[in-house]
């Protein structure tokens, strides 16, 4: 059974950083896909990150790029959002998901970043605040 637990999410000022945590269980996070999402209230969901490191493959968000980083220890069973220059629209439930087999599937029709995933964890909050 996939279970994923997020952890590192807080209130951080703008320009602060911020580094989520995703630590898998039943699931290997090195051979697999594993993506960071993030939804507001009232909002869709939104794909952030997602990285595939068998394969070499990271996905960004355009909002995100140069800003986040997603990296995967294949040691500790676990998947990092790394999360810089953090600005106010950043603020979010962060969700880790993850699913069977490399991103390239998981990308649905007209996005750029995996959002269809099977797994998920039960989120951490960041806010960002000025």
């Known amino acids: 059974q996939v279970h994923l637990v997020e952890s590192g999410g807080g209130s951080v000022q703008a320009g602060g950083s911020l580094r989520l945590s995703c630590a898998a269980s039943?699931?290997?996070?090195?051979?697999?896909?594993v993506g960071w999402l993030r939804q507001v209230p009232g909002n869709e969901r939104e794909g952030v990150a997602a990285i595939y490191a068998t394969g070499g493959t990271t996905y960004y968000a355009d909002s995100v790029k140069g800003r986040f980083t997603i990296s995967q220890d294949s040691a500790k069973n676990t998947v990092y959002l790394l999360m810089n220059t953090l600005k106010l629209e950043d603020t979010a439930m962060y969700y880790c998901?993850?699913?069977?087999?490399?991103?390239?599937?998981?990308?649905?029709?007209?996005?750029?970043?995996?959002?269809?995933?099977?797994?998920w964890g039960q989120g951490t909050q960041v806010t960002v605040s000025s």
């Open positions: 039943g699931y290997t996070t090195s051979s697999n896909c």
């Open positions: 998901a993850a699913d069977y087999g490399p991103c390239g599937d998981l990308v649905l029709a007209g996005t750029a970043v995996p959002t269809g995933f099977t797994y």
